[in-house]
């Protein structure tokens, strides 16, 4: 079996063979009955040691419509609470017969000392400051689908881009098919040598201007230990993406974010209904995803080629 920990290990040919394999799996989500036998007789476990909607839910669904045995643990109901360690849990969650275990953590790097202690598949699903792949797989989706490539594009990526384990998957995973990426934030938030990696703007009015995508990003509250901005409403005169900004970018640019969205905030309720915005989009292409990783996953080939 093998694993999804991140993007930065994967290749272009890997990322494309999930992409390919997700777009039939959006055939299905389209059709009646939703449902297909591909992970008929496995067990799929999402242990989520953080809060989430829409990445837990839908894993959960993408399983679900394969008709796999799904179960869900809740950390805060656990053992967890009672002392139990991390190596433990694996090895309890082993003796379970768990085919495929899906994790999200606060710390970086959970999910590969897992894959390093268990015999079943691990599908990351967030962990810490340091990857959310199937996040980004799910935005390089949301792309091909609308501009009919992932190449050769120019994408700016606003925001709290030092929290941000979005911003580095998809910088990964972008980064591998030749564009040019270009990131903005407040100075506070933008983490050291990132300009190794993408440019660096500016102004917001540079970040955006002439772009083919546009990922707007979630301040992470509950990542920062001290104040990284003033305040929220300064944040959105300066960096969020309202009617004022919308002057300087295309009515074809994408505007995408990962969510969920703190309106006001990182974005404007106007801005989210403009017909060039993909973020519920993003959230049905999500399952789609979801169901390829998780084929793959559980297959004798698995990911990587």
Known sequence: MKH???LRELSKEDIIKILNLAKDMKTILKSETKKTPHLQGYSVVTLFYENST??????ELAAKFMSANTT????????????????????????????????????????????KNCSFSVINAGDGMNEHPTQALLDMFTIRERLR??????????????????????????????????????????????ENFAYVASSLEEAVSGKDVIIDLRIQLERQKRGFITSKQEYYKFYGLNEDIMRYISGSTLIMHPGPVNRGVEISSEVMQLPNSTIEEQV???????????????????IYR
């Open 4 to 6: 999804l920990l991140g």
């Open 54 to 59: 829409r990445t837990r839910t839908s894993f």
């Open 149 to 194: 490539t992932i190449e050769k594009l120019k994408i700016a990526i606003i925001g709290d881009i030092l929290h941000s384990r979005v911003a580095r998957s998809n910088i990964w995973g972008l980064s591998k098919f030749d564009n040019q990426i270009t990131v903005f934030g407040p100075q506070t938030l933008i983490p050291p040598y990132i």
């Open 284 to 302: 049905t292409n999500g399952i789609a995803v979801r169901m390829a990783v998780l084929y793959l996953c559980t297959r004798k080939e698995g």
């Open 72 to 115: 869900s643990i809740s950390v805060q109901t656990s053992s967890v609470q009672k002392g139990e360690s991390l190596l433990d849990t694996i090895k309890t969650l082993e003796a379970l017969k768990t085919d495929v275990l899906i994790v999200r953590h606060s710390v970086s790097g959970v999910p590969h000392f897992i894959a």
